[in-house]
Nanobody, 120 residues
Framework: QVQLVESGGGSVQAGGSLRLSCAAS????????MGWYRQAPGKQRELVAT???????NYADSVKGRFTVSRDNAKKTVSLQMNSLKPEDTAVYYC??????????????WGQGTQVTVSS
């Protein structure tokens, strides 16, 4: 069984910062790409940032220059540092991982989501 658990969400005023973390656990051989997605009320889930196993990151245009994704392969964690937050960043944030299990089965797993609320 593989689990991804997010932490670090909360409420902040516009211009503030939050740091999200996501930890993977279970029978994991390794994790390929990991990423952060978000879903605002009434909208589709959208990509925020992804990072490969070697550390190459990609960002949605809306967060470039404000958000930074990082990972620790040894700890099987991925983090999202969010600065200069805007009300439009309000959403439930989900992490995911392209996981290869110890039995070599490969699947994409998702966390349960963490709420980020930015007030103006």
């Amino acid at each position: 069984q593989v689990q991804l658990v997010e932490s670090g969400g909360g409420s902040v005023q516009a211009g503030g910062s939050l740091r999200l973390s996501c930890a993977a656990s279970g029978s994991i051989a390794y994790i390929n790409a990991m990423g952060w997605y978000r879903q605002a009320p009434g909208k589709q889930r959208e990509l925020v940032a992804t990072i490969t196993g070697s550390g190459n990151a990609n960002y949605a245009d809306s967060v470039k220059g404000r958000f930074t994704v990082s990972r620790d392969n040894a700890k099987k964690t991925v983090s999202l540092q969010m600065n200069s937050l805007k009300p439009e960043d309000t959403a439930v944030y989900y992490c995911n991982g392209d996981v290869v299990r110890s039995n070599w089965a490969r699947n994409v797993y998702w966390g349960q989501g963490t709420q980020v609320t930015v007030s103006s």
